[in-house]
């Protein structure tokens, strides 16, 4: 078959012009960043340091990381293997999930399973409303053995940004699904549906080890800058500087390191060029930090009203072990959790008591 060379020396030009396009529209774009702690000029030096690190971000739903690097293989202590049968969905949300599922399929995320485990499904709403389609791991997880990988104290991070005024948060939206299963893992992940067997090529949440897996790999994306101009905590990454042009140049290389590992930022999540953001649950300015006054609500609330059952103690407890720091018997929470979930009536005491403006938390009985 012949070609005509003035038809393909036009398409090389059409191709080239149309990539150039592609190129231009790209280094244009800016993720949407609040700029009101910034002078003119500042933010001007700002935007043209995000439109050329632009790639760090996401621009839609369907532009997610890519980490081939990130692999997570499951060995187990067990090798009988789980066989569950699937839970029930809600019939007011059977479209939404399948639809969810067909998504993930398209995606190339999931695939169609011939494995002999089989773990349920648990639908989660997230904060924005949206779906979560969660997959029960427990009895997978007490079968694989521990990583040992350690995640960071949160203390040792906030005592480290002493000395700093500039601040920036960095968020990833589907942060594990960033990352694969390794493919002799992939049976282990099979999870069953009203429309069949599915197992996973990318990291699903609700593995074991999968926090001390993508915790390893951001270590290792930042290595050389972590702990030095900014720290990392699973995929919550937090970026600071004394001055804002060191802020500036700081920024620049933790994006331009992401990028070379496959990265990709959710810009609705981020805090970039802050002079106080909200970091593991604190407020973090150049004077320090503190607990953020929205999350001490529940607990001053308790003035007003004490729990009476076994729920409302467990949310009372699950608020509290966020401020256990600043308890002063905050060693005694466990034993009052593990009674909680032993027993399933009414309390028979108070379990909070005032002492001097300090909250103490007593062990109580609680009514069978």
């Keep these: 078959m012949s070609l005509d060379v003035n038809t393909l020396d036009n398409s090389v030009q059409n191709a080239n012009v149309t990539s150039d396009q592609s190129s231009e529209d790209v280094d244009e774009w800016c993720p949407e960043v609040d700029f009101t702690c910034l002078t003119p000029m500042q933010q001007d030096a700002a935007e043209k340091m995000l439109k050329k690190e632009c790639r760090a971000f996401s621009q839609d739903s369907m532009d997610t990381g890519n980490c081939p690097d990130l692999k997570m293989k499951i060995n187990l202590n067990d090798p009988e293997p789980v066989q569950k049968n699937y839970a029930s969905i809600p019939r007011p949300l059977f ?27 648990v639908c989660v709403r997230k904060r924005d409303g949206s779906l979560r389609l969660c997959v029960d791991y427990r009895e997978l997880n007490r079968k694989t053995v521990d990583d040992r990988q350690p995640i960071p104290r949160i203390q040792d991070i906030l005592d480290g940004l002493k000395g700093s005024s500039w601040f920036s948060t960095l968020d990833q939206g589907r942060a594990y699904h960033q990352g694969y299963i390794d493919p002799k893992s992939q049976p282990l992940t099979a999870f069953v549906t ?3 067997l599915h197992e996973w090529k990318r990291i699903p949440f609700g593995l074991k080890n999968a926090p001390a897996e993508f915790q390893r ?5 930042l290595d050389g800058l972590n702990n030095d101009i900014c720290f990392v905590y699973l995929d919550d990454v937090l970026v600071h500087g004394s001055t804002f042009k060191e802020h500036l140049e700081n920024l620049k ?7 070379q590992h496959g990265i990709k ?22 004077e320090g930090h503190k607990l953020d006054p929205a999350d001490l609500e529940p607990v001053l609330s308790l003035k007003d009203k004490k729990p009476s059952t076994v729920g409302e103690l467990r949310k009372m407890l699950g608020s509290l072990a966020t401020t256990g720091a600043t308890f002063k018997t905050s060693q005694q929470l466990p034993v009052l959790s593990s009674s909680c979930y032993r027993r399933k009536r009414v309390l028979h005491k108070n379990p909070v008591a005032e ?11 609680i009514r069978r």
């Design 95 to 121: 479209k939404e999930v399948k639809e969810y599922l067909e998504d993930l399929l398209a995606r190339d995320w999931i695939t169609k399973s011939k494995s002999n485990y089989s773990s349920p499904v």
């Design 253 to 259: 290389k933790v994006l331009a390191r992401l990028q």
């Design 217 to 221: 790999y951001m270590e290792g994306c």
């Design 355 to 365: 002492t001097r403006g300090r909250t103490t938390i007593y062990p109580t009985r």
């Design 265 to 286: 930022l959710k810009a609705s999540k981020c805090k970039l060029f802050q002079k106080q953001v909200r970091y593991l649950g604190r407020l973090v300015t150049e």
């Design 194 to 196: 009203p429309w069949g």
